[in-house]
C-alpha cells in the first residue's frame, strides 16, 4: 500500500499543475489567504506566522477547481506569481497584497480588518 501512495504522489504535481492552468482560464475567479502556524519549519519559530493561500473557480464553473498553496509569508509577490497570466475579474477581501497585479480587475467585500 506505500508503494501506491508513493506512486500516486508522483502524480499529484501533475495533476496541480493541470488545475491551476484550467484555474487561471476561468471567469471570476475567487483568492484568499489565512494565518497557519507551522510548528517545525526550518528558520522559523513556532510562534511565525506562515500563510495558506488559497485559488477557487467562480460560483459558475463547470468543473470548481480549489487551489491551495503554502507560502511562508504574507506579500504580493505570492499571488502575483500564482495569478501570472490570469486576465479578468478577480474577487477578493479588502487585502492591498492583490492590488497592482497585472491585467486583472478586483471586485470585493470590502476591507479586511488590519489587512488594508
Known amino acids: 500500500m ?3 501512495l ?6 499529484r504535481e501533475h ?3 493541470v488545475l491551476h492552468r484550467e484555474h ?3 471567469d471570476l475567479p475567487h483568492a484568499d489567504e489565512t494565518e497557519l502556524q ?8 513556532a510562534q511565525a506566522k506562515s500563510f495558506m493561500w488559497l485559488y477557487r473557480t467562480g460560483r459558475y464553473a463547470v468543473h470548481p477547481i480549489v487551489l491551495y498553496e503554502y507560502q ?12 501570472k497570466g490570469f486576465k479578468g475579474y478577480l474577487q477578493t477581501d479588502g ?17 479586511t480588518p ?3
Open 114 to 116: 488590519g489587512g488594508g
Open 38 to 45: 507551522v510548528l517545525h519549519e526550518p528558520d522559523k519559530a
Open 95 to 111: 487585502y492591498a497584497g492583490y492590488n497592482g497585479l497585472e491585467n486583472v480587475k478586483r471586485v470585493n467585500a470590502g476591507p
Open 15 to 17: 495533476i496541480y499543475d
Open 72 to 83: 511562508p509569508g504574507w506579500g504580493q509577490e505570492h499571488p502575483k506569481k500564482f495569478l
Open 6 to 11: 508513493i506512486w500516486c504522489s508522483d502524480y
Open 2 to 4: 506505500a508503494n501506491w
Open 24 to 26: 487561471l482560464k476561468q
